[in-house]
């Protein structure tokens, strides 16, 4: 289960570094535009670079089925560790001290996070109206300011982070939907008589479009660490809120999932303000 974790991790990792190098080369206007989304799916490499993505992803949840959340989950968000060194060898540049501590604080704080959490499995609960229209307003608030103070900065690092922080919250609630979209059955009445298969959709293909803006906007190593972290606690986030997958709020486990989230924005900050970040482009 370990090695399966692992294994996703790295397979998703190359995915990203693919998807990231084909993404760059796209023109800068048309970052957060559908054209970008259009302009990849004719380059063979970042087809390439999806299905890698997705086969990781498969062996994901093949870890998921064997494994626990607080195991799995920070295992496979440790594609940073691996896409931040594959990113560096693809364009030449060497990864300092910072851009390490950096990931590795990340990583830890997710850890963190994610044993005190301690979320159990989602259990097949009747999720209101409201209480999705609650956690769906809540993803786009946060998609939405990101997206809008991404705009406010003119270093196309910044902006790739910031926009990173969107696409990963889109992923986590991407997550939510299908777990609930694969409790409703396989029969074309039950997946097509639902709303839910048509948001998950809906939702994949504009956290695509984010995560895309995001990698032609700056190399991989300023969007992916805010994306590794936003995913998964946006995912447990939701679970807890509307699959009722209990999470611990008593005073001490409060306190370490405080320090996890700080501990990950920590790593994030280290990371996108590093020199080898913030460089420019004709430097990478």
């Known amino acids: 289960m ?16 693919v998807q990231q190098h084909t993404a760059e080369q796209a023109p800068s ?3 957060l535009r559908p054209k970008l989304l259009l302009d990849l799916l004719r380059r063979p490499i970042w087809i390439l670079g999806i299905a890698t993505m997705v086969v990781g992803q498969l062996l994901g949840a093949l870890a998921l089925d064997h494994g626990t ?45 994610v044993v005190a ?40 690092a910044r902006q790739a982070t910031l926009i990173a922080v969107g696409a990963g919250a889109l992923y986590g609630l991407q997550d939510a939907l299908t777990q609930r979209t694969l409790e409703l059955g396989m029969t074309p009445a039950d997946l097509f008589g639902s709303w839910q298969p048509y ?27 805010a994306m590794a972290a936003t995913e998964p606690v ?35 900050v280290l990371v996108a303000g590093s020199s080898v970040v913030t460089a420019p482009a004709s430097a990478v």
């Open 69 to 113: 959340l607080t195991l799995v989950e920070p295992l496979m968000a440790a594609n940073v560790l691996f896409a931040l060194p594959l990113a560096a060898a693809w364009h030449r540049k060497r990864l300092g001290r910072r851009e390490w501590v950096g990931a590795v604080v990340l990583m830890v704080g997710l850890g963190v996070f």
């Open 199 to 225: 948001l998950l959709v809906a939702t994949a293909v504009v956290g695509l479009l984010l995560a895309q803006s995001a990698y032609q906007a700056a190399p991989i190593w300023a969007s992916q660490p």
């Open 117 to 156: 959490a301690n979320p159990g499995s989602a259990r097949r609960v009747r999720v209101g109206a409201d209480a999705w229209l609650t956690a769906l307003l809540g993803v786009a608030a946060i998609v939405g300011l990101a997206v809008v103070l991404s705009r406010r900065f003119r270093n196309a």
């Open 29 to 31: 206007s048309e970052r």
């Open 2 to 17: 370990i090695l399966a974790g692992l294994g996703s991790a790295l397979l998703m990792a190359v995915g990203f570094v």
């Open 234 to 268: 946006t995912g447990i986030a939701l679970g807890a809120g509307l699959f009722a997958q209990g999470l611990r709020l008593s005073v001490v486990p409060l306190a370490f999932e405080i320090a996890g989230i700080a501990a990950m924005i920590a790593g994030i």
